[in-house]
């Protein structure tokens, strides 16, 4: 989800907001968890959880499980992002190419991958590799739909004028596909993060000996429910993380698209 264009003054407000909504949400969780109202043994508490990170990271018994778990999670958004755009680009300047490959697309993206992950354990083993493929058919179709969609979605006017100044294919490529693509690219890598840990995890949960996925796993069959929120808050820090990394790449790479109000002249 993209935001849009805020006053700069305004940032130390939305900060504060956060973290006010943050913390009142931790304070509940306490005050709730401490009079009784909910059971720690189904919720937790969030001092519990406190002391289990701490643990994990003064004894630096999480280090491996973050990282294999991180590794499992970048491999498969980068090779499921390549391989989106790539083909995506491809079949979308292909028409009978893409319309012949349509309805093989369409059964394959709608079998469900969770299906694949003892396949894909089979014939990679329980390292990192059967995650990283389960990861990759997720990010896979979400970035190659929208490379595809965002590539029809040229303006017809737009390729028209460009042809008439003369244009060949690989600056049409470069100058139009690639640029009308682009908003529609960086708008599925924000959801490509949060399915490549679901990838990830899932993958762990089916048969790993390491990384975090794997320590949810543990904790579940002890019924250690702090240290099942610990993991699913590392989770989802290093999410953001990702998802942040992504934002400042895409304010880089896009700062020639207009923000809104603003006018091309007001670029120039």
Aim: net charge positive; charged share 10%; with cysteine.
């Amino acid at each position: 989800m993209r935001a849009t264009a805020l006053d700069p003054r305004n940032h130390a407000l939305v900060l504060a907001t956060r973290l006010a909504l943050l913390f009142g949400c931790l304070f509940l969780w306490w005050l709730a968890t401490a009079t009784g109202l909910l059971s720690t043994f189904f919720f937790g508490d969030p001092l519990g959880v406190a002391r289990r990170l701490w643990i994990w990271f003064s004894t630096g018994s999480v280090f491996l499980h973050l990282y294999t778990t991180l590794l499992e999670t970048l491999l498969a958004f980068a090779i499921g992002t390549i391989l989106g755009l790539g083909i995506g680009l491809w079949l979308a300047l292909n028409p009978f190419l893409a319309a012949v490959t349509d309805p093989f697309i369409k059964a394959f993206n709608s079998m469900p991958r969770l299906i694949f992950a003892p396949i894909f354990a089979l014939w990679f083993g329980l390292g990192i590799w059967s995650k990283v493929a389960l990861g990759v058919t997720l990010v896979f179709f979400v970035v190659f739909f929208n490379v595809y969609q965002g590539v029809r979605e040229v303006s017809p006017v737009v390729l028209s004028n460009t042809r008439m100044l003369g244009a060949n294919s690989r600056e049409l490529l470069r100058h139009v596909y690639i640029p009308s693509a682009m908003s529609w690219v960086f708008s599925s890598l924000h959801n490509a993060v949060g399915i490549a840990f679901v990838g990830s995890v899932v993958g762990e949960y089916l048969g790993s000996e390491k990384g975090i996925g794997y320590l949810i796993l543990l904790a579940e069959g002890v019924f250690d429910i702090n240290a099942v929120i610990a993991g699913i808050l590392l989770l989802t820090v290093f999410a953001l993380v990702l998802d942040t990394a992504v934002s400042v790449f895409e304010e880089r790479f896009m700062r020639w698209r207009p923000t809104a109000g603003q006018t091309v002249g007001a670029n120039a």
